[in-house]
Nanobody, 126 residues
Framework: QVKLVESGGGSVQAGGSLRLSCVASGYRYSAYCMGWFRQAPGKEREGVAAIYTGAGRPVFADSVKGRFTISQDNAQNTLYLQMNSLKPEDTAMYYC???????????????????WGQGTQVTVSS
């Protein structure tokens, strides 16, 4: 059973930066997909960025390309989301998720991810 714990959310002004962290524990698999998703009030959950812990290129939602980066520290079992040039429309609850049988196929289809963290709130003011 994978446990995911996010941290790093907060309130910033537009143009600011935040770095989210997600610590994974209890996993049995050596390589799996991990992603960041977000959900604003009244909106559907959407994928932000995802990466395969084994190797390969990450994927990003068009809305965050060039502003957000995703990275990992496998030694610390930690996933990061660096968010720069934040906009008010980035305001949402951000979730870390893991798909333990993705087979290296990195994607942002949220209902295929089988483990989720509790979320961390990001609020961007104009």
């Amino acid at each position: 059973q994978v446990k995911l714990v996010e941290s790093g959310g907060g309130s910033v002004q537009a143009g600011g930066s935040l770095r989210l962290s997600c610590v994974a524990s209890g996993y049995r698999y050596s390589a799996y997909c991990m992603g960041w998703f977000r959900q604003a009030p009244g909106k559907e959950r959407e994928g932000v960025a995802a990466i395969y812990t084994g190797a390969g290129r990450p994927v990003f939602a068009d809305s965050v390309k060039g502003r957000f980066t995703i990275s990992q520290d496998n030694a610390q079992n930690t996933l990061y989301l660096q968010m720069n040039s934040l906009k008010p429309e980035d305001t949402a609850m951000y979730y870390c998720a893991a798909e333990t049988n993705c087979g290296g196929w990195v994607h942002l289809i949220y209902n295929k991810y089988n483990f989720w963290g509790q979320g961390t709130q990001v609020t961007v003011s104009s």
